[in-house]
């Protein structure tokens, strides 16, 4: 099984809504990811799990709150986002992290905040 | 500063034509390692090659092949014989040896159309 899983697929919400994007993995990797991207950009990263531990947070703000359950899942909980948040969101995991790693992808949710 | 340029924001070909995406990348580091991404409609990106900056091999599978060349910091990707599921967005990206979940400089992509 070399899928990376991505729940939902597409997300309509408003500013005042709270929901949760989900994220699962069974290849046995240890570093997860979020990343987002924008129409017509590449990803951009947003955090980085490595053993379940938050490694890296890219200055994101508080209104994106990520968590590491398990080594199979990833969740990145969202609240009051704003118009501009609208965007794919990528999940994606790895062995470890380290230059050399592969990443392998979900195919995203697309997130739309009217 | 690591950067990643593809200079072709567009391309479309026709089926059967090759096709080569370019990608120039520009890093201080003596260590590094060069990937390739595509990214179809459906969304997910999808590893095609990984290549470190000691290995200067061309390499080939099926109609894919990259030419990398250290002299002109080039990574260059050559579609043979294009199909219309070749059609996507593709990444080149540079990932430099202090690299440990960060730094993954993705290019801004080239949307490649193979039409019919």
């Known amino acids: 099984d070399t899928e990376v899983t991505q729940t939902p697929k597409h997300l309509v919400m408003g500013m005042t809504n709270k929901k949760s994007l989900k994220c699962e993995q069974h290849m046995g990797h240890r570093a997860m990811y979020w990343y987002k991207q924008k129409a017509k950009k590449p990803p951009e990263l947003m955090f980085v799990?490595?053993?379940?531990?938050?490694?890296i947070n890219e200055s994101v703000p508080s209104r994106f709150s990520p968590e590491c359950p398990n080594s199979s899942l990833l969740n990145l909980h969202l609240h009051a986002l704003q118009p501009e948040d609208s965007a794919l969101y990528l999940c994606?995991?790895?062995?470890?992290?380290?230059?050399?790693?592969?990443?392998?992808f979900g195919s995203g949710t697309q997130l739309s905040v009217l | 500063a690591q950067k990643v340029t593809q200079a072709q924001t567009e391309i479309s070909v026709v089926e059967k034509e090759d096709v080569t995406l370019d990608c120039v990348y520009e890093t201080r580091d003596t260590t590094y390692y060069l990937f390739w991404y595509k990214q179809p409609p459906s969304g997910e990106l999808v590893f095609l090659i990984r290549?470190?900056?000691?290995?200067?091999q061309n390499e080939i599978s099926g109609r894919y092949s990259w030419n990398f060349q250290k002299s002109t910091s080039s990574f260059n990707f050559t579609i043979t014989a294009s199909q219309v599921v070749d059609s996507a967005v593709y990444f080149c990206a540079l990932s430099e040896s202090g690299n440990y979940g960060q730094n993954f400089v993705f290019g801004p992509g080239t949307r490649l159309s193979v039409l019919p």
């Open positions: 799990y490595s053993y379940e531990k938050l490694s």
């Open positions: 290549r470190n900056s000691f290995d200067e």
């Open positions: 994606a995991s790895s062995q470890a992290i380290g230059p050399n790693e592969k990443l392998f």
